[in-house]
């Protein structure tokens, strides 16, 4: 079965710089969620997108932004990258308005140096 | 804080035995309870998942028993099996608007020995 697919799966970034991942989710979901994970720590919700519109918004800093496409991919901008962002950034997909099930890509590494 | 508090934060267990996690929440709102397995360098899997209306779902060697008025959730894994060991998440999530984004507990490693 098809999953949710993530690119790049390891990007590395200087301080100051952007970067953009991308989150492609399992077909027919309309609904992605990202999630960022540091190492050793749970998964912490940034931010989703229900229908191509913004459905919720977590602890994702200012210099981040995220949107929805039309064929439901969603990317994740990142500028003015810190060091602190170097984690494990998940992006998980679900049918909204019929399922409370969320499953997750296989994530991007982003590691800023 | 942390929505979910989760126990152990590691935990061994011998080659055939059960492993025991425990959940507890304090969000009376929230009515979905799924249990993640996680490898290194992987994304989070579903496991097994369960609502508040019933206090017991079991697929193959997993069990989560639910406790509604303790407000508390437990993963079981029986006949456990060194494949098992990677580090398991408890979660939870309320619908509505919002459309239910993940808490998770801090998460449990489990090293299974052979």
């Known amino acids: 079965a098809a999953g949710v697919i993530q690119s790049p799966r390891h990007l590395i970034k200087e301080k100051r710089e952007t970067a953009t991942l991308k989150c492609y989710p399992i077909?027919?979901?309309?609904?992605v969620y990202w999630y960022q994970q540091g190492p050793g720590q749970d998964p912490q919700f940034l931010i989703s997108?229900?229908?191509?519109?913004?459905?919720d918004k977590g602890s994702i800093p200012d210099r981040f932004s995220a949107q929805q496409f039309s064929d439901y991919h969603s990317e994740l901008n990142m500028s003015s990258l810190e060091l602190g962002d170097s984690a494990l950034y998940f992006c998980?997909?679900?049918?909204?308005?019929?399922?409370?099930?969320?499953?997750f890509g296989p994530g991007t590494r982003l590691t800023v140096t | 804080q942390q929505q979910v508090k989760q126990s152990p934060q590691s935990l061994i267990v011998q080659k055939g035995g059960i492993s025991i996690i425990n959940c507890a929440y304090e969000?009376?709102?929230?009515?979905?309870f799924p249990w993640y397995q996680q490898f290194p360098g992987k994304g989070p899997a579903l496991l097994i998942a369960?609502?508040?209306?019933?206090s017991e779902k079991k697929e193959g060697r997993f069990t989560i028993s639910f406790n509604k008025s303790a407000k508390q959730f437990s993963l079981h894994i029986m006949d456990s099996q060194p494949g098992d060991s990677a580090t398991y998440f408890c979660?939870?999530?309320?619908?509505?608007?919002?459309?239910?984004?993940?808490?998770f507990g801090r998460g449990t490693q489990l090293t299974v020995w052979p």
């Open positions: 998980a997909s679900t049918l909204g308005g019929y399922s409370y099930e969320q499953y």
């Open positions: 077909p027919r979901h309309d609904t």
């Open positions: 997108f229900y229908e191509k519109m913004q459905s």
């Open positions: 969000n009376t709102a929230f009515d979905y």
């Open positions: 369960i609502r508040p209306d019933v």
């Open positions: 979660a939870a999530s309320k619908r509505g608007s919002t459309l239910g984004r993940l808490y």
